[in-house]
């Protein structure tokens, strides 16, 4: 390992198929240069076309996970896959809001999996849901989560709503009128991030690699626009490294 790369780390459940979870960001992690750690939230049995079963980490044993390593490395940044429900994510979220301010919180907003299990099944209060978006960086909401989070007449008005309390990456992976097309929502700008038009594939975990690789640049001290435009060239060469549904991770 090289002295002086990064220390990242992955808040998330454990894939065994490894697409998606703790073992898709660490792979991607390493990819990028930057070295990963992990607090497993959940034990889930997967395959990338079924779940089957989930079993949920005890709260209290990841916020002890969460001080052992926050004391331990110097954590630039953080990445949130699935989290039992928002207020285990509330309590994550402020542990290292009040450990160190300075620390890059990305969450990947994972309400639905790609083979159709639901992790949040709870109403979200909206004065609850600020709280918590006022503690993190950056999320990734797709267009499905995104009206979830911030019910409205479409999904570009919710993450307008949403960017008043952190950064919004509105994934354009399910707008079918500007396919692969991302918008990044900030207080006071809209930036457009064009897909390419290569061919590509859907992936399992593609989520969860996007975010990561959006973390990964971030730590780097790269710019808010710029981690997201890398991490997007990254991800559309993992949806077409193969025709499967598991890709590969290549730089």
């Known amino acids: ?3 002086d790369r990064p220390v990242v780390l992955s808040i998330a459940g454990f894939d065994p198929c490894a697409g998606a979870g703790i073992l898709a960001d660490i792979k991607t992690f390493e990819q990028h240069k930057v070295y ?8 889930t049995l997967q395959t990338e076309n079924d779940f089957i079963s989930i079993s949920w980490e005890d709260e209290n044993s990841i916020l002890q996970s969460l001080e052992i390593m926050l004391s331990q490395y110097d954590v630039k940044a953080i990445k949130i ?4 429900n928002i207020s285990a994510l509330n309590r994550i979220v402020s542990y290292v809001h009040q450990k160190n301010t300075a620390i890059k919180i990305v969450v ?3 309400i639905k999996s790609s083979s159709g299990f639901n992790f949040w099944n709870e109403q979200m209060q909206e004065a609850s849901l600020i709280e918590i978006l006022s503690k993190i960086f950056l999320i990734t909401p797709n267009y499905n989560e995104v009206l979830q989070l911030m019910p409205s007449s479409n999904a570009k008005e919710s993450a307008k709503k949403l960017s008043a309390y952190c950064n919004v990456l509105l994934k354009g992976g399910h707008n079918k009128e500007e396919l692969g097309i991302d918008y990044l929502y900030t207080q006071n700008d809209i930036e457009r991030l064009e897909g390419n038009n290569d061919e590509m594939y859907a992936k399992h975990g593609s989520g969860c690699v996007l975010s990561a690789a959006i973390t990964a640049n971030l730590a780097q001290g790269v710019d808010l626009f710029a981690s997201c435009s890398n991490a997007k060239k990254y991800i559309e060469q993992f949806l077409s490294s193969n025709k499967t549904l598991l890709g590969y991770h290549h730089v």
């Open 81 to 84: 896959g699935i989290i039992e």
């Open 108 to 110: 990947d907003t994972v």
């Open 36 to 43: 990963g750690i992990g607090i497993n939230t959940a034990r």
């Open 1 to 3: 390992m090289e002295a």
